[in-house]
């Protein structure tokens, strides 16, 4: 079948440690996109990539970064410099230019301890 | 900034009623506006879109009224079913300089709990 798979689930940190979150996708999208999830809060976007090799930053980028190698991954990185990472973490892909038809995974919960 | 929010942060309503949930947005240069369901820690669904260009659109048991005069945007679930209970989002389109680019600016949420 085909979909949008995040991993871990759930996932723990220690403060000052950096943590990748994964995001798989055999959809054959190009376009991908990864959002931030506060309780209460709507989606606020850290970093979205048109196109293998490139990546823009979203609206909250400060702390995290990307790589865009393989079109079918999207991995995300939370540095140490995020200075309050606990969130809800969702990647998102889509056809270019066609955000509005974005398929989302389900989801990685960070959690620092 | 530019921004999209929603009127009411719950909705209870009995099985079989309709439900109406409501979102203001402020952005008029949006091109699209899209409504999604998210299930407690499941990702955001796709529910129904419009361009900004209509006024209604109709999907199956939901449609999605826009009043561009005061920047309104509702969703209607007609018959609502205890598996309608979710967090309903509004978002807009970023549709700056005539792309598209994936850059869904959210509302809030509202909780929309049906009671059996």
């Known amino acids: 079948d085909g979909g949008i798979t995040q991993s871990p689930k759930y996932l723990f940190r220690k403060e000052g440690q950096n943590v990748t979150l994964s995001c798989e996708q055999n959809?054959?999208?190009?376009?991908m996109y990864w959002y931030r999830q506060d309780p209460g809060q709507g989606l606020r976007l850290i970093y979205y990539?048109?196109?293998?090799?490139?990546?823009q930053k979203g609206d909250i980028a400060e702390g995290y970064s990307v790589s865009r190698e393989k079109k079918e991954s999207f991995p995300l990185t939370v540095t140490s410099a995020q200075k309050n990472p606990t969130a809800f973490y969702l990647c998102?892909?889509?056809?270019?230019?066609?955000?509005?038809?974005?398929?989302f995974g389900q989801g990685t919960r960070l959690t620092v301890v | 900034g530019e921004s999209v929010g929603l009127h009411l942060p719950t909705l209870s309503v009995q099985e079989g009623d309709n439900s109406i949930i409501n979102c203001a947005y402020s952005?008029?240069?949006?091109?699209?506006f899209i409504w999604y369901k998210q299930e407690s820690g499941k990702g955001p669904q796709f529910i129904i879109d419009?361009?900004?260009?209509?006024d209604k659109r109709q999907g199956q048991r939901v449609t999605v009224l826009l009043n561009k005069t005061v920047k309104h945007l509702s969703l209607q679930i007609a018959a609502t079913q205890p598996g309608d209970s979710a967090v309903y989002f509004c978002?807009?389109?970023?549709?700056?300089?005539?792309?598209?680019?994936?850059?869904?600016?959210f509302g809030q949420g509202t909780i929309l709990t049906v009671h059996p």
């Open positions: 998102a892909s889509s056809i270019p230019y066609r955000g509005r038809e974005a398929f």
């Open positions: 959809l054959n999208h190009d376009a």
């Open positions: 990539s048109q196109i293998v090799n490139d990546f």
């Open positions: 952005n008029s240069a949006s091109d699209y």
């Open positions: 419009i361009r900004s260009n209509m």
């Open positions: 978002a807009e389109v970023d549709n700056a300089g005539g792309t598209s680019y994936g850059k869904l600016t």
